[in-house]
């Protein structure tokens, strides 16, 4: 690890399709970047074997083996403060963060999700944004705070919902947008483009 590279923590309980395009990212150049370690919550998560494959740290943290959320938090803050660790990406991470994880952090951790928020935060939301008839979705990339998907918004992708579309063919579109915002949003943090002003996320040239 090169100290002065801006340093990503990756949290991923999933597949890891974004860690990937994120990998894929810094692999060709186009984000300035490193990961300095993966974390996830789930055993076999795919996220881990392509971490492994790239050469990147990483960590399964079992949840069942400490006795609270807080506790389990508190570790993950211990692994993340023991590297120089820029920003923490959750990447398909489906657990939800508390307090004293997001003080401790504080504008340092961001978030990838399926939706055009503030429409469809939680879970399920390309079905929900089926059911509901909705013409668009898309995905948004945004801050953390204590309220789920609810933080500042930094990049979002629209998607058309198309009359034959179903979950997984939806899923699919919106996830080809994510692979292109979230190694983005992490560029424009890492060159220090965005400033935050309230709620809003201003872009700088
Ligand atoms: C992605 O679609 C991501 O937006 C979503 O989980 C999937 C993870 O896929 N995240 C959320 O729903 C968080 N609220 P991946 O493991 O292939 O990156």
Redesign the pocket.
Known sequence: MTPEKFTLAIL?S??????QAIIDGIEKNSLQAEIGLVISDVKNAF?LERAHNHGIECLFLDPKTFPDRKSYEQALVKHIQSKSINLICL??F?RILGKHFIETFSNQII????SLLPAFPG?N?QKRALEHGARFTG?TVHYVNEEV?SGPIILQAMVPILDDDDESSL?ER??EQ?HIIYPEAIRLIAEGKLTLSGRRVLHCK
């Open positions: 991923a999933g597949r890891g399709s974004n860690l996220a990447a398909g489906m978030n990838i999700h399926p879970l939301v995905c998907d899923s919106i996830l994510e």
